[in-house]
Nanobody
Framework: QVHLVESGGGLVQAGGSLRLSCAASGTTDSTSTIGWYRRTPGKQRELVAT???????NYADDVKGRFTISRDGAKNTVYLQMNSLKPEDTAVYYCRRIIGAPGAWFFLDANWGQGTQVTVSS
């Protein structure tokens, strides 16, 4: 069982930056695509970015050019560097192991983690 733990969130002013981390513990898993999701009260869960094991990345349109997803296999960690943050980026951010293809992702694990809160003030 792989357990993912998100960290790195916080309060930042608009235009600022944060780097989120998604650390995997338990069974070493370097064979999964990882997706960063965010959830805002009153809005649907949104897929923000994905990275495959061969480092193919995809981004949601509203974060392209501002967010960068990367992974460190040696540390079993996936990062989400978020620059030029906007108030609308405020959400709880989660990482999940996923399988499939853009537009048709499925979760490999049953549960969501705690997530990490990102709050961007205007």
């Amino acid at each position: 069982q792989v357990h993912l733990v998100e960290s790195g969130g916080g309060l930042v002013q608009a235009g600022g930056s944060l780097r989120l981390s998604c650390a995997a513990s338990g069974t070493t898993d370097s064979t999964s695509t990882i997706g960063w999701y965010r959830r805002t009260p009153g809005k649907q869960r949104e897929l923000v970015a994905t990275i495959s094991t061969d480092l193919i990345v995809n981004y949601a349109d509203d974060v392209k050019g501002r967010f960068t997803i990367s992974r460190d296999g040696a540390k079993n960690t996936v990062y989400l560097q978020m620059n030029s943050l906007k108030p609308e980026d405020t959400a709880v951010y989660y990482c999940r192991r996923i399988i499939g293809a853009p537009g048709a992702w499925f979760f490999l694990d049953a549960n969501w983690g705690q997530g990490t809160q990102v709050t961007v003030s205007s």
